[in-house]
């Protein structure tokens, strides 16, 4: 059985950092492709970012690109998500994935960010 358990988030002000963590039980989290969602109220869930299973590839939305780096650790089972320079629009519930072939099988249950003035 895969548990992803969520971490890290929190209110902060336009311009800050954060940084997630998804600490994974049940299976290497560096040996499969792994990302992060969000789902803002009102807002369907969309992707943020991922990385594959060798931990060169990453890939990143528009929209946090240059902000946000994706990153594991394979010794704590855990992966990060660090979030600079954060915007009012990055309000949301942070989720980590992990994939099964082409499918995005196992979730976390979120944890929130708050962007605020």
């Known amino acids: 059985q895969v548990q992803l358990v969520e971490s890290g988030g929190g ?3 336009p311009g800050e950092s954060l ?3 998804c600490a994974a039980s049940g ?3 560096r040996l499969v492709a792994a990302g992060w969602f969000r789902q803002a109220p009102g807002r369907e869930r969309e992707f943020v970012a991922s990385i594959d299973s060798t931990g060169y590839r990453r ?3 528009d929209s946090v690109r240059g902000r946000f780096t994706i990153s ?3 010794a704590k089972n855990t992966m990060y998500l660090q979030m600079n320079s954060l915007k009012l ?3 949301a519930v942070y ?3 992990q994939k099964i072939g082409n499918t995005w099988a196992y979730w976390g249950q979120g944890t929130q960010v708050n962007v605020s003035d």
């Open 11 to 13: 209110l902060v002000q």
């Open 19 to 21: 940084t997630l963590s």
């Open 27 to 29: 299976r290497n989290i």
């Open 59 to 61: 890939t990143y939305a």
């Open 72 to 74: 594991g650790d394979n």
């Open 89 to 91: 629009d990055d309000t």
């Open 95 to 97: 989720y980590c994935a």
